[in-house]
């Protein structure tokens, strides 16, 4: 079965950085988008970026915009979250999450397998 695993979370303060990464394995690849969404305490899940894993451009929420960027390595079968001028609003757990077809849209409840989880903590 599909298997997402997420690392790189942590404590930062406000204008740093972090970089996550969600290691997939058993996922048919060439037809798969990988995403980040991510849930902070008391709030739903959202959309942060997404990637297709055949290329094309990534795909971002307008609150990271500028500041955080998602990429992949096929030879490592990895997605990345590089996260950059992080603000306490980011607070949340991160979650990598994966679809094996085409949708136009990114609401949650269309991606199929999802990570644990890794929390994300910014420092005002």
């Known amino acids: 079965q599909v298997q997402l695993l997420e690392s790189g979370g942590g404590l930062v303060q406000a204008g740093g950085s972090l970089r996550l990464s969600c290691a997939a394995s058993r996922l048919p690849f060439r037809s798969s988008t990988m995403a980040w969404f991510r849930q902070a305490p008391g709030k739903e899940r959202i959309f942060v970026a997404a990637i297709a894993w055949s290329g094309g451009n990534p795909y971002y929420a307008d609150s990271v915009k500028g500041r955080f960027t998602i990429s992949k390595d096929n030879t490592k079968n990895t997605v990345y979250l590089q996260m950059n001028s992080l603000k306490p609003e980011d607070t949340a757990v991160y979650y990598c999450?994966?679809?094996?077809?085409?949708?136009?849209?990114?609401?949650?409840?269309?991606?199929?397998?999802w990570g644990q989880g890794t929390q994300v903590t910014v420092s005002s």
């Open positions: 999450a994966a679809r094996t077809y085409y949708s136009s849209s990114y609401y949650s409840n269309t991606f199929d397998y």
